[in-house]
């Protein structure tokens, strides 16, 4: 995009499409056809719709805007351009019938409590990643609402919030952390909407510098043994659990991205079958996932939607809830398994195979740890695997997905898996690197 084509403005779908940054920079589109509307589109590649107005108050012209939605991607997620242009000529109409729309999104009511204020921010801010708000909820739900979920925001002290984080803290340091980083930022973000006065968890502490607590846990050869043939006959755990705990270790994915896999997602009727994760439901949601499937992952979902049968229908998902809660007449935490569930599962099977301390997410480092060392694998390849963010000019310019390398990577590491499951010695294992 030029900047001639930035001051004329954008007219058509496919326009809005090709809208770039302009010098690496945030950059602001005008759109045709509706008064106010622009597109901003971050270095990041994303873009979203606003619209601009201004209002005379007190003497004083205050300018605003009020998000309208994402850019439409090439997954469907988003806004059309024809939809930006009616939400944004409505807000004109209400600007020029006396309203403030902008305003009427930050009211907040007097005597609003924290699980309101939470309940507000997470269906406004939808640009935060569901998977770190599914963790901040879920943090809060344990050890915040129960205590102060229905006191009035504004009530609530720095002191009392000490004292709370204190008792986690003294259960689990991570606990702690979680509960202070959702309030925390559940806190700005009411600031900067001014929508409470202050920050009461300014200046708190109770957070746990990840970098002082890298976790170096690898299983061995012989624990990956025993854990493979545990999850192939323990009867504390599902036919389903099983096979998405083999889809963590097989994909290198984490548990949240395997028990929300969603049936769209997953292609199988191809001769190179794969696994398309949508953006949002990535840690890095900046690009989709894309991972091609092993033979083995392959089978292992055509099993699941096998499984699940006319409830993966109904649902969407490939590992949908267990109907466990719903005879006990509760309400299924999530549409489908829930991570807390596969972390329980893991724990069980490893103490019954004698494996101490392995963790889910340790999974990731075994196989990126087998990948560098036996197959000297090519590091973008298991930034692949991983999807990790990408830094420097690769962010904006590099959208390969290596499909043919991590395909053949994650290939051999199936092989090797499932050779140790069968009982062959690791020491033959190694395999030649296969270059792209």
């Given amino acids: 995009m030029t900047t001639e084509a930035k001051k004329k403005g954008l007219a058509t779908a496919s326009a809005v499409e090709a809208a770039q940054v302009i010098d690496g920079r945030q950059t602001d589109y005008r759109i045709e056809g509706a008064r106010g509307l622009v597109l901003t589109v971050y270095p990041s590649g994303s873009a979203s719709y606003f619209c601009r107005y201004s209002i005379q108050q007190a003497g004083r012209q205050l300018f605003r805007r009020v998000r309208l939605g994402d850019r439409l991607d090439r997954q469907g997620h988003g806004i059309s351009l024809a939809d930006a242009r009616k939400k944004a000529t409505d807000i004109i109409k209400q600007v020029n019938d006396g309203h403030d729309p902008a305003a009427a999104v930050v009211a907040l009511k007097k005597g609003t409590t924290l699980r309101e204020l939470w309940e507000m921010r997470r269906k406004l801010q939808t640009e935060r990643s569901p998977r770190t708000m599914d963790y901040y909820a879920d943090a809060l739900q344990r050890d915040v609402f129960p ?186 935490r999530t549409p489908h398994m829930h991570r807390q569930s596969v972390g329980r599962a893991m724990a069980r099977i490893c103490e019954a195979a004698s494996i101490k301390g392995l963790h889910v997410h340790d999974m990731r480092k075994g196989l990126t740890t087998w990948l560098r060392e036996d197959r000297r694998e090519r590091e973008d390849v298991i930034e692949a695997i991983l999807h990790h963010s990408q830094r420097g000019a690769r962010a904006h310019y590099d959208f390969a997905t290596l499909e043919k390398p991590v395909r053949a990577a994650l290939q051999d590491w199936a092989n090797y898996v499932t050779r140790l499951g069968s009982g062959h010695s690791a020491s033959v294992t190694k395999l030649a690197r296969v270059t792209a």
């Fill in 147 to 332: 205590l102060m979920g229905d006191r009035p925001v504004e009530s609530i002290t720095t002191d009392e919030f000490a004292v709370l984080l204190t008792r986690v803290e003294l259960r689990s340091k991570h606990s702690a952390h979680a509960c202070r980083c959702a309030l925390g930022s559940t806190y700005r973000w009411a600031f900067k909407r001014r929508q409470v006065k202050s920050n009461p968890l300014a200046g708190l502490g109770f957070t746990v510098n990840p970098a002082e607590h890298i976790r170096e846990r690898v299983a061995s050869p012989s624990e990956m043994e025993r854990l493979w043939r545990g999850l192939g006959n323990d009867e504390t755990a599902t036919e389903a659990m099983r096979i998405v705990l083999k889809l963590v270790i097989l994909t290198g994915q984490r548990e949240t991205e395997v028990v929300g896999a969603k049936v769209s997602e997953v292609v199988l009727d191809v001769g190179n079958p794969l696994w398309r994760i949508s953006r949002g439901r990535m840690k890095n949601k900046k690009r989709e996932q894309v991972v091609p499937l092993s033979e083995e992952a392959a089978a292992l979902f055509a099993g699941a939607l096998e499984i699940g049968g006319e409830r993966t229908a109904k649902t969407g998902y490939v590992f949908p809830a267990s109907l466990e809660r719903v005879k006990l007449g509760k309400e299924p």
